[in-house]
């Protein structure tokens, strides 16, 4: 049983933690003991010493912990996890039951009532990831609640947080079947290959879903599409499958070209046809510029940090700067979909950035369609931080 201390909050803190906000931050605390164990239970109190909630020490990029319950009485135990991943299981019944989608998220941290904890669902294999060394401590107990709540073929789980400051090497299998991987799952019966057990991504990022939907469904066919920072090329599979009439993929990574080659492949599509190009993409937009090429629709999603040889990028300075090199390569009526991951900045704020590139570039643009994160990926209710993900797709006019 993890041990349980006394936290005072900060009075100006308090009114948010009792109305619902499940994060806890460095600043609402007057000091934190050094010495305090990850994973030790919070009670938090007002500064006359009444209760507010429970919750628990995991630092993570933002915060120092999460709240996990606003009832006195209420225990942490493996009752707890179980019915909180019961009830995310049961909002999800409609995933389980599509099948054109073998793939989703299951639980989503604090949407669904702990931060820290990530649940995804592939073709029957669970995949636990856990973001603090807090959250990890109570590892046993969230995969005996998972495994008395559904049928699975395996669990896996993945440690996305530095231990001693180091990425440990380790085996992400727990239970169950070893899955022969890649596996290919669904998504709008689209195939995607998925591995479990190589390291901290696994060939898809399932929060794209519905941008990858549209872009086969409105944007593809008979298209020239640019997908930049492609990853696995998973925009470019949506897009080929769209009919576009031809997909360039360009990542830094040398493993994208075998990754993109098996998407591409396990969709029957013929990946000679497409280009899949290992460059720096700001390199890539100096020479798509020089020569003078054109894309009728650009894919934008690059990490919130990227480091080259020459620059750092980071979106919340540089995107307009990112979207005024693209301009100079999308077609006169061409769409750019501008998608960010970045939790430091909303949508409002993404909107000033594609505003000032077109501005600075003397171009008109409408914004045609909007998105953030899709159903499975459940976020706190009037809390909109949470919902990182920004997407706008936007039309070049005249
Ligand atoms: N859009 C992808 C996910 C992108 S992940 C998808 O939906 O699947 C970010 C990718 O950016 C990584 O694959 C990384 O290798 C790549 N990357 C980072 N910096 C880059 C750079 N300067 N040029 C090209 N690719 C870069």
Redesign the pocket.
Do not use: C, E, K
């Given at each position: 049983m993890n041990q349980i201390i006394e936290l005072k909050i900060k009075p100006n803190y308090v009114a948010e933690i009792a109305n619902g906000y499940p994060l806890i931050l460095k600043d609402s605390v007057e000091q934190l003991d050094e010495m305090l164990i990850e994973g030790t239970l919070l009670k938090i109190v007002r500064p006359n010493g009444k209760y507010i909630a429970t919750g628990y020490f995991g630092k993570q990029n933002k915060g120092i912990g999460w709240v996990l319950t606003r009832d006195p009485l209420e225990e942490i135990n493996q009752d707890f996890f179980q019915d909180k991943i019961k009830s995310a299981i049961n909002l999800r019944e409609s995933f389980f039951d599509d099948n054109e989608t073998t793939a989703f998220r299951v639980f989503n941290g604090e949407g669904d009532g702990i931060g820290g904890l990530t649940i995804d669902f592939f073709d029957g294999f669970y995949m636990l990831s856990f973001y603090s060394e807090g959250i990890y401590s109570f590892r046993a107990l969230i995969i005996e609640a998972l495994k008395e709540t559904v049928n699975y073929r395996g669990i896996y789980e993945k440690k996305r947080f530095d231990t001693n400051g180091q990425y440990v090497e380790q085996d992400d299998y727990i239970e169950g079947e070893m899955g022969q991987f890649p596996i290919i799952i669904k998504e709008n019966g689209m195939n995607f290959a998925v591995d479990l057990n190589d390291g901290a991504?696994t060939g898809?990022?399932l929060d794209?879903r519905n941008v990858?939907q549209t872009l086969k469904e409105n944007y593809s066919d008979g298209k020239t599409i640019l997908?930049?920072?492609?990853?696995?090329?998973?925009?470019s599979v949506a897009a080929a499958l769209g009919g576009a009439y031809e997909t360039t993929s360009?990542?830094?990574?040398k493993r994208?070209i075998p990754k993109t080659i098996e998407q591409f492949s396990v969709n029957g599509i013929d990946y000679e046809q497409q280009q899949i190009k290992v460059?720096?993409?700001?390199?890539?937009l100096q020479y798509a510029t020089r020569h003078n090429l054109k894309y009728d629709v650009v894919?934008l999603?690059?990490?919130s940090f990227?480091?080259?040889k020459k620059m750092t990028?980071s979106t919340s300075k540089d995107y307009p700067k990112l979207i005024k090199d693209v301009l100079a390569i999308t077609s006169p009526k061409g769409i750019i979909i501008a998608?960010t991951n970045n939790a430091s900045f909303d949508m409002k704020k993404f909107k000033t950035f594609i505003d000032k590139a077109f501005k600075e570039s003397n171009k008109r643009y409408k914004i045609i369609e909007q998105h953030q994160l899709p159903e499975d990926f459940v976020t706190p209710e009037n809390y909109s931080e949470f919902n990182y993900l920004k997407v706008c797709i936007i039309q070049l006019l005249k």
């Open positions: 991504m898809i990022f794209q990858r997908n930049t920072f492609s990853y696995t090329g998973a925009f360009v990542d830094l990574a994208s460059m720096d993409v700001f390199d890539y894919v999603d690059p990490p990227a480091r080259t990028f998608s």
